[in-house]
């Protein structure tokens, strides 16, 4: 004889009434309660219909607009020749005196002229020599105030 065992039966136990207003019931109706409650999903067709207690999102900011810098002013007239306070002549590619910024007279070369808004004539040059530790690449001084070498 073999001891297997084929099954188990398990005795079934009859269903206790519960009685009213036991605390048993009392939970079960909380739980059921707080699982019925719908939940309002925001922006909802129904909840725009409403109207009431209807929370409506701010547009969104946009990042103001950087000002923009005025660049180089245009050269609106060509000017070819100018005269200083002396009235002597200078026109572009004329040899003249200027003060270097370590306090001495360099001599330049004329590259061009422009005016002002304010309608003084300036002229640009470039400086023949420069110290060994400085860097002066160019300048500009008013048209009156020009010097020959």
Not at 35 to 43: F, G, R
């Amino acid at each position: 004889m073999s001891h297997e065992i084929i099954a188990i039966r398990r005795p079934v136990r009859p269903k206790q009434p519960i009685e009213q207003n036991s605390p048993q019931e009392e939970l079960q109706e909380q739980t059921k309660s707080k699982v019925e409650k719908p939940n309002p999903i925001k922006n909802s067709p129904s909840s725009r219909k409403e109207g009431t207690n209807v929370r409506q999102l701010p547009k969104p900011i946009s990042k103001p607009e950087r000002p923009k810098r005025p660049g180089k002013p245009r050269l609106k007239e060509s000017i070819q020749q100018v005269t200083n306070a002396d009235g002597k002549v200078f026109s572009s590619g004329d040899k003249i005196l200027v003060s270097a910024p370590w306090s001495s007279m360099v001599e330049a070369e004329i590259t061009g002229f422009y005016k002002s808004p304010e309608g003084s004539i300036w002229a640009i040059f470039l400086p023949q020599k420069s110290l060994p530790k400085w860097k002066w690449e160019k300048g500009c001084i008013r048209a009156e105030l020009l010097k020959q070498p």
